[in-house]
């Protein structure tokens, strides 16, 4: 997958993130999912494009 691909994968989760949360508020179930879901896209981000480690 290419820098921008992946940067616009991440973008993709953000925003369902902000609706997920708009309808389900901060402290759902739903949005704690999609909220890990997003961490781990920047964690590889990190990873693969800017070798930061964060383990």
């Given at each position: 997958m290419t820098k921008?691909?992946?940067l616009t994968l991440i973008e993709k989760?953000?925003?369902e993130l902000f609706q997920?949360?708009?309808k389900n508020g901060?402290?759902?179930k739903?949005?704690?999912e999609y909220s890990q879901e997003l961490d781990?896209?920047?964690n590889q981000y990190n990873k693969t494009f800017l070798k930061?480690?964060?383990s």
């Open positions: 921008i691909e992946f989760k953000r925003v997920i949360v708009s901060l402290n759902s739903v949005t704690l781990q896209l920047l930061i480690d964060l």
